[in-house]
């Protein structure tokens, strides 16, 4: 069933209603977006000086050696999935808007029947959300990985790990 086989009043409702939810989608990923980018900001300054501090800290106290450079590296590879995921976020919610944006858009020109919205509106998780909660937990497992891989050595210097550096943080190194 179409839109303008419904009744003329429950048309005008369900019209009121779809251009409401539409600002009210509008809205809320302006709000998402300007989120994502004080989000983007402020990890990117906190990213920085902590991991500024944490060489400086870590070469004056051990000198130089593989551990730093890899706690280094594990918390760089936290930071990075987290720019990635809050990049992405603020582009998929524009994806989303656009695509309800051209929904709705159908539905009111009468191309789009009742169920066919509602299909749209009941879609299920799609590649872009799996994405996102991945980095998610990838950067947090960064972020736990490096804190205990650091504060074990911060505990025992003597311990020996495999190393795995990424990148050379050595006062002499890039």
Not at 49 to 75: E, M, P, Q, R, T
Not at 162 to 173: N, W
Request: with cysteine.
């Amino acid at each position: 069933m179409k839109l303008n086989e419904l009744p003329s009043e429950n048309q005008n409702e369900l019209r009121i209603s779809i251009v409401k939810t539409s600002e009210l989608i509008g809205r809320n990923v302006s709000d998402y977006a300007f989120i994502c980018i004080k989000s983007l900001l402020m990890l990117n300054g906190g990213g920085a000086v902590a991991l500024l501090s944490f060489k400086g800290v870590y070469f004056s106290k051990f000198g130089n050696s593989n551990w730093g450079n890899d706690v280094l590296s594990i918390f760089m590879l936290g930071i990075i999935l987290s720019v990635l995921l809050l990049f992405g976020e603020f582009f998929r919610a524009f994806g989303l808007q656009k695509r309800w944006a051209k929904i709705f858009k159908d539905f009111l020109e009468n191309k789009m029947d009742i169920e066919d919205y509602l299909a749209h509106a009941n879609r299920k998780r799609n590649f872009g959300q799996y994405v996102s909660i991945a980095l998610g937990v990838l950067s947090g497992l960064c972020f736990l990985l490096g804190l205990i891989y650091g504060g074990l050595y911060s505990v025992s210097p003597n311990l020996t790990v495999p190393a795995v550096t990424f990148f050379d943080f050595s006062p002499g190194g890039v």
